[in-house]
DNA sequence: CGGATTTGACCAGCGC
DNA sequence: GCGCTGGTCAAATCCG
């Protein structure tokens, strides 16, 4: 997948303000979502980007679980919309308050840099987030979230590291 | 010692 | 059908 669906065709991305927390540095960078076309639609964009899915929010989990029921389980084909990000930082690791545990790394075609795969450490919180930065300029890290919390924020971003580092980040650096 | 990370294997979709 | 590729699992390992 070398076009990752973030990307800058006005046509099938659209540009929103985030509904849920996100951290200030974040909110004035470019946010984009992955509009989810409909089965049956026009697919003039690249909507689901490969398979597997794996369960988020709340809908889906299927695994290769699909039992032996004779109705088919439909709306299978639906994505998530999934916000991106993409920001200037020098680390992997944006603080965005809530806990993660990574899951996976992948090589990235075209792209030296490998892609990391976390998961929200919250019960029943099945948010999932991939960062991966791009091999253009080091600088620009590209983080995609693809569901929504169903819980508070769990960590303190109250200590001065954290601030400084954002504030860092918000300065430009 | 418990939870997070690492890392290769595994799996599903898609293109050819 | 086969192979490639992106996404996930899970055992081993790491680290506080």
Redesign the pocket.
Known sequence: ??NYPILFSSSSTSIVQPTQHFPSYMINHQVFTDVVVPPGSSSDNKS?????????DQTDDH??VMKSDKKKVVE?KVRNPRYAFQTRSQVDILDDGY???????????NNKHP????RC?HQGCNV?K?VQRLSKDEGVVVTTYEGMHTHPIEKSTDNFENILSQMQIYNGY
């Open positions: 997948m070398e689901q980007s490969s398979g597997s899915n794996g369960g988020n695994h290769h299978k806990r993660w545990r990574k899951y996976g790394q992948k090589a990235v075609k892609r990391s795969y976390y450490t999932k991939q």
